[in-house]
């Protein structure tokens, strides 16, 4: 199979999950969506097809770029526009810790 082909398919499997996406569960996730394809995809060429999509998006025109974290593959914004992403997240991410963990940083 093209890698040219796969490309795409992983691009959008990794972007609507909301959950990082392994590299087994791509060759299987491909292979079904184009089971009508007599030619599967390998675990070589998902692997060299998601080097091509890292190369792709670790240009500096886009804002995100595709990583493991969480043990599987992600788009993940880039260091650079961390700030910017806040701004629609607000205080969403910012971590409290309760007043049984500040007594217990105290003690420390």
Do not use: C
Not at 18 to 42: C, H
Not at 86 to 98: A, D, H, M, T
Request: net charge negative.
């Amino acid at each position: 199979m093209d890698i040219s082909f796969i490309i795409p398919h992983l691009e959008a499997i990794i972007f609507a999950s909301d959950k990082p996406v392994t590299t087994i569960d791509l060759v299987e996730l491909v292979n079904n969506a184009l089971g009508f394809m007599e030619d599967r995809a390998t675990l070589d060429q998902i692997e060299t097809a998601l080097d091509a999509i890292r190369e792709k998006y670790d240009s500096e025109f886009y804002p995100f770029h595709v990583m493991q974290s969480g043990g599987g593959w992600q788009f993940l914004t880039k260091p650079a526009f961390h700030a910017t992403v806040s701004q629609l997240n607000g205080q969403k991410f910012l971590k409290k810790l309760s007043t049984a963990a500040l007594e217990v940083l105290s003690i420390i």
